[in-house]
């Protein structure tokens, strides 16, 4: 029994250019100097309250809460011009009809994550996203949570970042990085990454058999 356990953005959803818009609508809010495009691409993975610690280089927790709360009010209309890749939807339906279970594993808080599979209509087993109680990646927090809904199953974990591939090992999983997410091949490659996959269709060959 295998179960694959998802990141979101840049591996089911293209998300990058509405986390763009919104941190950076988010800073103009407050008079903020804005980053651009690339620059935003960097910062992301780890949860949106390190991303908003990054973008203003600041470690109050109060003046990071405020922005964040902004920003989670921002984002939730910028992601409704949110869409899956092309391909994945077809990838999801062939699993579960191949007897896999299949569960997203993000960084995005958890309530924003709920919201956004339920307005993409995202069929699968389970999500886990960030709050109390429940680490960010790279810890393994999340997948342990698996390992208890879904005891005897093995994991695999799909992502498209440095932190998917680094939680992997933390959770000692395996794990399938993409290259067509948040992350460039040259940059993958500088974390030591290997094997990368460039494409949806490569990414149900290789989950798929």
Do not use: W
Not at 176 to 193: D, H, Q, W
């Amino acid at each position: 029994m295998t179960l694959i356990a998802f990141d979101l953005d840049g591996t089911l959803t293209e998300t990058l250019e509405s986390i763009v818009t919104a941190l950076n609508k988010t800073l103009l809010h407050f008079n903020l100097p804005q980053h651009s495009f690339d620059d935003v691409r960097k910062m992301i993975g780890f949860g949106a309250e390190q991303l908003i610690q990054k973008a203003v280089q600041s470690d109050s927790k109060d003046y990071i809460n405020t922005l964040l709360q902004q920003f989670k009010k921002i984002l939730s209309v910028e992601q409704k011009s949110v869409r899956l890749y092309s391909g994945i939807r077809e990838l999801l339906d062939q699993l579960k009809a191949k007897g896999f279970k299949t569960a997203i594993t993000s960084n995005k808080p958890q309530d924003t994550l709920i919201l956004l599979t339920q307005s993409l209509d995202i069929q699968v087993d389970h999500v886990i996203g960030v709050c109390e109680g429940t680490a960010p990646k790279p810890d393994k927090c999340m997948i342990d949570q698996l390992r208890k809904l879904y005891p005897g199953h093995k994991i695999i974990l799909v992502g498209d970042t440095e932190i998917d591939y680094q939680t992997a090992v933390n959770a000692e999983i395996d794990s399938v990085i993409v290259s067509y997410g948040f992350r460039t091949v040259e940059e993958l490659r500088g974390f030591g990454i290997a094997e990368l996959v460039p494409s949806v269709e490569e990414l149900s060959r290789v989950l798929l058999g």
